[in-house]
Structure formats: C-alpha cells, structure tokens
C-alpha cells in the first residue's frame, strides 16, 4: 500500500506527539498481554508433565482421575493439595505468573477477606476473597473489547444514519433529527434497570442496549460533512457521470467525512469504557461475578477499610482513560489541518 | 432543418427561501423564469450574464443535478427533465460537465486515473484492463495530460493541468453535449487561452455541442456559435456571435459589450455605465425587468414585458424598442 503525502505527514505529526505516541503504544502493550489473560493468570498449571505425559490443563479439560486414581473422575482441581502431590510424585507443573482467574477464591488465607496486598496477592484480595490482580486482568480485557465494539457498530451505524440525512437533506433529515431528537430525550438508566429486571444482563444485550442510544453521538458530525460534501463541484461532476447514490457517498463524500469522524473515536472509546464501568458500579450492568472494574470500584466504596481496593480501581481506570484521551489527543492534532497542510 | 440536440422550452426553476421578519415565512425565488433555447448537435452557445442571473441553475437543470419547477428540457427530441433516475442514467452520459473551480471539481483522494476510470467502469465502456489504460491513455493524450499524470493525485497539479483533467473526465463517456460551467473563468489569462483552444479543438475533432456558460464576453467571442445573454433569470436576447457583436440589440447586451475591455490604448469608446444594482429576484420589476437599469426606459418599460422578437437572421431580442436611439 501506498501512502498518499497527507497520510504521511499525519502520521509524522503524531509521532511527533510524543504523549500520544507513547500511549498508544503502552495501551497495544497492556491490551495486547490481557488479550492472553488466561495464560497469565489463571487457577489452572499452564503444563503438566505426568508419567511421561504432557498435558495442557489451560487449553484442554481434564478428569481429576486422570492424576490421582483415588479422585473423582469430576473436573480436575489444580488447587487441591492432594492433587498437586500427585503430580508432583510423578511428574511436576508450570503454573501462570498468577495461579488465579478472576473467579477463583483464594484458599487458606490466614486473615478474612479482603485481605492486603502480600506477596502471594500481589494487589491483595476482595472481599469475596478473589485475588485483586487477577480481575484487573481480565477485566481490562473485557472493558476494553466491549468498548472496541460499541464503538465500531455504534459509529458504523452512526455514520449511514449521519450520510443518510445530510446526502439526502429535506424531509428526511427533517424526520430524522426530530426522531433523535426525540430518542436521545429516553431515560436511559431508567430503561436500563426496566431490562434488568426483566432480563439479567449479559454481555451482549449490554451491548445492544447502550447501542441503541449511542450510535447518535456521531450523526451531527457526519450529517454536517455530508451537507457540505453533496454540494462540491466533484460530487456534483459524479452525479453527472450518472454514479449512483451510494457510491456518492461511499466514494466520494465519506473519505471525507471520516476525518472528523476519525477524531472522535478514541473519545468514543473512552466513553464506552466509562459507561461500562459506571453501570457495573451501580450494580445495572454485568451480571454479578463478572471481571469488570466497575465492581471492584463499588467494593472500594464499600471496604473503605481496605484501600487497595478502590486505589488499584482508580489507578487502573484512570490510567487505562488518560491513555485513550491520550491517543485521542494526538489523533486529533495529526488530523488537524494547520498542522499538516503547511 | 434537423431537431437540435438539445432544446430547452420554458424552463423555469424556484428556490424556496425563508422570508419574513423571522425567517418563518416562505418566499419563492425564481432563480430562472422562462428560458427557451436550443443546442444543435456541434454548436456552441454561450450562455451569458452577471453574477445570479440564473445561467449555473439552467446548466445544473439540464445536467439535471437539480429538477426544474416548471417547463421542457429535450435531448434529441426525448423529454429529459421529468424522466426518474433510472432511466434517465444511460442519457447521463451523453451530458457531462466541466465546472469552474478546477481544485474542488477533482476529488482529492482519488488518482488521476481512478477520476477518469470512473465513468468508464459506471457505464461500463471499456473491459478489461489493457483497454481500460488504453482508453485512460487517448483520454490523457486528447487533452495535452502527460500519460504519467495518471497515477498522480489532483493536487499535483496546476488549475489549468487539473481543468484539462476535468474535461477528459467530461469526455471519457463520448458525449455529445458538454456544459462547461464557467470552465475558464477561474484560471488565468494565458491558460485561459489554452483551455479555450482546446475546446474548440475538440469540438472541431469530436463533434461536440458545448453549452459555455460564462460571465466573460470576451472569452465567448473567441469560442462560440451564438450567443445567449440572461438578466435576471430570463434571456434577453439570443443571435449568431457576428450579429450581436458587431450589432447588440438589447440596451443590457450593449452595456455588457461595452464592459469588455479593448486591448488598445488609442481605442475611443463609450463605455455604458449601468447605475444600482440587479434587482432581487425575489420580487423581480414589472414590466421589462431591465428598466430599474435601463437608460432608455420610458413608461411602457415599467408595464409592459417585451417579448423576444426577431431583430435580425435568428437574432431575437426582449426590447420594446426597434432601434434604439444612439445614447448620449
């Protein structure tokens, strides 16, 4: 692939942005390492060597007869001692950096939950005795993927209702900014603790859910380029060559529009990130037990006794939001064009 | 005598404006108001007036980038402007246009040769792509654009290299109508010249008609066939370029002619200075909707709209007045 000179120096000039350029690259580093959470932190060995055998317990199910004959041919518990001996009579493990998920109970803790930080807990436990670290892991992970993608279906659609109204303008923009007009005026939580109710919360109908509502943030931005971009002289000679109104818009209207749309993601991104987190605070969001970091600030508000609950929330949630508004920021600047056009 | 290729009957486009003291009220503005004229097939006619006039609405009407209100617009006898889109496509390609800004008439993302490639794939005029960058290469060649230019972005370019571009898109298709929408007016005087010896030249080599639609007279004499001059949304007198030249009829066309500037210095003229300002179109004069301006207007002027009648061979002109008094 080739790039154009504009793409070029946009991306000198966020290079150049040393703060965003280091966030992004510090964010791919974090997302990219709890992407393979499991094989970091996880209540199951990564391999077990036993009589001769290899076996992946992070990858593959296996009975607990398998190691100890005495067992029950149930799922196997890495964590129980009796279990351990017996491999280790006949062979030895490798566990994760962490030998704990996020929904493993940490055994044998000689103080009640919520437990500090020790060198066994590196950030402690919480006061359902499940180890701190491990939960930030994988719950970076999920509020990062569920950000990704209400983000990407949110602006998508966004971006056609936007296209849509400005390309064709009158009646149907007439219609459709009263419609959201209208739609963005729905109490959201309410609606949101109406469907809990009804239905527990998942992932995905979360995600359904703030989708509805907000897929409206971009339509302004791209319902104005499309305005103006319809009126251009070279879209105007495109509909002369008779090019039908969707690749009008595809083509020829959209590549402009995406600058602007462009800018917003990242803060798009923060945003989802943030809802998430303060449904979860708020007990409207992922059912109960799921990794999310909204939770973890909730148990800080409620263990005020034991701070590295709601330090480590604030630090991981801060850290993980000044990043993207990081990144942000340098998009912005590479897309501005006083910057690149001299 | 043939049907010409394009003849326009009445044509007439209204823009609704906000009115009122708050903007609530609705006001319709006729940016053009009865226009009738006809192209034949290898004709140019110039399309001529000052700014707001209403010369781009007609263009854009017959492009039909915009719907008229009211009136006939034929292409080889078959009604154009009330066709729906779809069947209007195909006719697409025997219209196409050049626009007056050279640098926002190119989309800036696209290659050269992607810009040209793409009526050619919309209509599907040439296969595969041997014949595809052969078809790119004439295009190039026909309008001085060297054949390298092809995998270069507009910006690139010059205004008159990239307008040379934008009339090698117009012809990509083979058409037979080009409007060229104050194609020259944005470039300067050299190039101008260029533009102008390359259009005629394709006109000579293609056989095209060409719609020039300009607020230069003296760029049209160079150029056309006959000339049509608009005020105010209306045509105010047609004729043969020689004709109205040599013998301008209208009190409007006059003061235009005498507008143009003469390349020498010892030239003794009269220059006819109109006072005040075009009118709105949104309540335009009545009467003959010149008379605000006019230096010979008499009372009949303010009643009365003149109609075209003929002055001369195909020479019509909107003037009550046969021969005008010489003014001083």
């Given at each position: ?29 974090l ?12 209540d199951r ?7 001769g ?22 799922e ?21 950096l ?16 919520p ?121 105007r ?94 998009v ?11 | 005598?043939?049907a ?70 034929r ?9 729906p ?5 195909p ?17 800036p ?33 026909a ?70 639609i ?10 056309t ?17 020689r ?7 209208h009190?409007?066309t ?7 500037p ?16 075009v ?15 006019c ?34």
């Amino acid at each position: 692939m080739t790039l154009s000179p504009l793409t070029r120096r946009r991306l000198a000039v966020f290079r150049a942005h040393r703060r965003g350029f280091v966030a992004l690259w510090i964010f791919t580093a974090l997302f990219l390492l709890c992407l393979f959470a499991e094989f970091i932190a996880n209540d199951r060995p990564l391999v077990i060597r036993y009589d001769g055998q290899w076996y992946f317990p992070v990858l593959a199910d296996y009975g607990g007869d398998v190691f100890d004959p005495t067992a029950m041919p149930t799922e196997a518990d890495y964590t129980d001692p009796e279990l351990q001996a017996a491999v280790r009579a006949k062979g030895w493990m490798v566990w994760p950096l962490i030998p704990y998920d996020f929904k493993s109970i940490v055994k044998n803790l000689d103080r009640p939950a919520p437990s500090p930080p020790s060198w066994h807990n590196w950030l402690g436990t919480d006061d359902e005795a499940r180890d701190v670290l491990a939960r930030i892991i994988y719950g970076f992970r999920l509020s990062v993927l569920f950000g990704f993608t209400l983000t990407a279906v949110a602006s998508a659609v966004g971006i056609a209702a936007g296209a849509v109204q400005g390309f064709y303008g009158g009646a149907i923009d007439l219609l459709f900014q009263r419609f959201i007009e209208i739609w963005s005026g729905m109490p959201q939580l309410y609606l949101l603790i109406i469907l809990g109710s009804v239905l527990t919360p998942t992932f995905w109908t979360l995600l359904i859910f703030l989708l509805l509502f907000s897929w409206m943030h971009l339509t302004g931005v791209v319902r104005a380029e499309f305005l103006r971009g319809r009126n251009l002289d070279y879209v105007r000679a495109a509909r002369a060559l008779g090019v039908g109104d969707a690749a009008v818009m595809w083509r020829h209207i959209l590549p402009n529009a995406m600058v602007a749309t462009l800018t917003f993601l990242p803060f798009t991104l923060s945003g989802s990130v943030t809802v998430l987190a303060s449904l979860d605070f708020l007990g409207f969001g992922l059912p109960p037990g799921a990794p999310s970091l909204g939770e973890l600030v909730s148990e800080g508000k409620n263990n005020l006794q034991a701070p590295w609950l709601g330090i480590t929330a604030f630090v991981v949630l801060g850290g993980m939001l000044t990043l993207l508004i990081f990144i942000g920021e340098a998009v912005r600047d590479s897309f501005d064009p006083r910057k690149t056009m001299t | 005598m043939t049907a010409p290729l394009l003849d326009v009957q009445d044509l007439r486009k209204e823009f609704a404006v906000r009115a009122g003291r708050f903007g609530f009220g609705r006001a319709m503005l006729a940016a053009v108001d009865g226009v009738s004229f006809t192209v034949s097939r290898g004709e140019t006619l110039s399309l001529v007036g000052e700014s707001g006039c209403g010369k781009s609405t007609v263009g854009r009407a017959i492009l039909r980038l915009i719907a008229p209100t009211a009136g006939e617009i034929r292409l080889d006898g078959q009604r154009i402007d009330d066709l729906p889109e779809h069947r209007l496509r195909p006719l697409r390609r025997r219209i196409q246009v050049v626009f007056q800004d050279p640098f926002s008439s190119l989309n800036p993302r696209l290659t050269v040769g992607d810009i040209l490639a793409e009526p050619l794939r919309n209509f599907g005029l040439v296969h595969g792509r041997a014949a595809r960058a052969e078809r790119l290469g004439q295009l190039a060649d026909a309008v001085g654009v060297a054949r390298e230019a092809l995998g270069r972005r507009p910006h690139e370019f010059s205004g008159g290299q990239r307008q040379r571009i934008g009339i090698a898109r117009a012809l990509a298709t083979e058409p037979e109508l080009i409007v060229c929408d104050e194609a020259v007016s944005a470039l300067d005087v050299s190039v101008k010249a260029q533009i102008i010896n390359l259009l005629a030249d394709l006109q000579d080599r293609l056989g095209l008609a060409l719609l020039f639609i300009s607020h230069d007279l003296a760029v049209v004499e160079h150029l056309t066939h006959r000339v049509a001059v608009m005020y105010l949304g209306r045509i105010v007198e047609t004729g043969p370029r020689r004709a109205l030249f040599a013998a301008p009829h209208h009190p409007y066309t006059r003061a235009l002619l005498s507008s143009v500037p003469v390349p020498d210095p010892t030239a003794t003229r009269r220059r006819i200075v109109l006072g005040g300002d075009v009118p709105s179109p949104l309540a335009p004069p009545p009467g003959c909707r010149f008379h605000t301006r006019c230096p010979f207007a008499v009372e009949r002027c303010r009643v009365e709209t003149p109609a075209l009648r003929p002055v001369g061979e195909g020479h019509v002109s909107a003037c009550h007045f046969d021969t005008e008094p010489a003014p001083g």
